[in-house]
């Protein structure tokens, strides 16, 4: 059985697959207004003559868990055979609410597959305390290697390296989505191609560069993976004006070593109150959220560049889909708001490309 909540379910025995919502001290049925007092899952089913049944779980996916304790998780162990469980969805306050020492130690899944995580939205700096990130890296290093994970609001205080060592060689699909700026870093890629030699489906951002060789090397180096079949990145164009915010007098915006007479002149357009850009900020805001059908090949072109034509171990790529983000985002300001000006162009600079490998079959006339 598969359900979002069901009001009648006394305990988990025969539930297969639960998704969860919860709003405020009550859980409710996805599709309806009706709130439900639910007492979790300390509660227990009845199973063959009367003994207490523990359910066989393979899917939960809370959507929110404020609510969820280590009274909590001790409850359902006790009711539910966690080894059986091949996917799991977490939100990042559960890291909050559980010490790290219970999700390392206690709960362990052995059949777990696949893990998806959320790391909250891209202003909330709380989920990088430092309690959640330890608690986030020992959760994950202390799970079997999985085959499917996805990280969206990826940091670089979660540990890619380790949990790249640790699960990289099951891995099939892999998803890094980051927020403000936040890319892999072109060792954090070599490692990727080093450990996850079977991955077919990686969706992750390449920082843009206006195009100079070291964004080049990225895609190079993404090339290398050789089962990748699907490929699906965003091009970030975000750039980070590093203003002094407790210098009120101080309000002229970054230079550039590479900035001409006309870059270094102040632009009329204001990114946040009492801040505004240099001419070649905004510029660089137009090269790198410009993409196109050329650029798109050329991407393509740039990642097949080192495999050698022919070669077994690889793979062709059937498929890869590219976007932009982070353009006209010009630091972490709370008040920071893409220029009304320019976001119209940057949109339509900006829009998403999808290559498909084309395999032309040409039917020989008979004999």
């Known amino acids: 059985m598969s359900v979002w909540f069901d009001s009648s379910t006394r305990g988990t025995a025969h539930i297969v697959s639960q998704h969860m919502i919860r709003t405020r001290g009550k859980a409710t049925e996805i599709h309806t207004e009706r709130t439900i007092p639910w007492a979790g899952f300390a509660q227990q089913t009845l199973g063959h003559k009367g003994r207490n049944s523990r359910g066989v779980l393979e899917c939960f996916w809370p959507l929110h868990w404020p609510w969820l304790g280590k009274e909590d998780l001790e409850k359902w162990q006790n009711i539910t055979n966690f080894s059986a469980m091949k996917m799991l969805?977490?939100?990042?306050?559960?890291?909050?609410?559980?010490?790290?020492?219970?999700?390392?130690?206690?709960?362990?899944?052995?059949?777990?597959?696949?893990?998806?995580?959320?790391?909250?939205p891209a202003q909330n700096n709380r989920r990088f305390y430092s309690n959640r990130v330890k608690a986030i890296n020992s959760f994950m290093l202390n799970l079997p290697?999985?085959?499917?994970?996805?990280?969206?609001?990826?940091?670089?205080?979660?540990?890619?390296?380790?949990?790249?060592?640790?699960?990289?060689?099951?891995?099939?699909?892999?998803?890094?989505?980051?927020?403000?700026?936040?890319?892999?870093?072109?060792?954090?890629?070599?490692?990727?191609?080093?450990?996850?030699q079977i991955l077919e489906t990686l969706t992750i951002q390449i920082k843009r560069s206006r195009g100079n060789y070291e964004e080049y090397v990225h895609y190079q180096t993404l090339g290398l993976l050789p089962r990748l079949r699907h490929l699906n990145f965003k091009l970030?164009?975000?750039?980070?004006?590093?203003?002094?915010?407790?210098?009120?007098?101080?309000?002229?915006?970054?230079?550039?070593?590479?900035?001409?007479?006309?870059?270094?002149?102040?632009?009329s357009v204001r990114i946040i109150p009492r801040r505004i850009a240099r001419n070649g900020h905004i510029r660089d805001t137009f090269i790198n959220s410009t993409l196109d059908k050329e650029l798109a090949h050329n991407i393509y072109q740039a990642i097949y560049s080192l495999r050698c034509e022919g070669d077994s171990r690889f793979v062709p790529l059937a498929s890869m889909e590219i976007g932009v983000t982070g353009a006209c985002q010009f630091g972490q300001h709370p008040y920071n708001q893409t220029p009304p000006c320019i976001k119209d162009v940057v949109d339509y600079l900006g829009r998403p490309c999808y290559v498909k490998r084309v395999i032309e079959v040409v039917e020989t006339s008979r004999s």
Not at 174 to 194: D, Y
Not at 240 to 263: A, G, I, K, V
Request: aromatic share 8%; glycine share 4%; charged share 25%.
């Open 145 to 196: 290697a999985l085959s499917d994970l996805r990280v969206t609001g990826w940091h670089p205080r979660i540990a890619v390296d380790t949990i790249l060592a640790t699960h990289g060689s099951r891995l099939v699909h892999l998803s890094l989505i980051s927020f403000n700026g936040k890319t892999l870093s072109l060792e954090n890629l070599h490692q990727l191609v080093e450990t996850c």
């Open 89 to 120: 969805k977490l939100d990042v306050e559960c890291f909050a609410m559980v010490s790290s020492e219970h999700l390392a130690g206690k709960c362990y899944f052995p059949s777990l597959k696949e893990l998806d995580i959320y790391l909250g």
């Open 236 to 267: 970030d164009a975000y750039q980070s004006l590093n203003y002094d915010e407790m210098n009120e007098e101080d309000l002229q915006p970054p230079s550039d070593p590479s900035f001409s007479e006309f870059d270094e002149r102040l632009s």
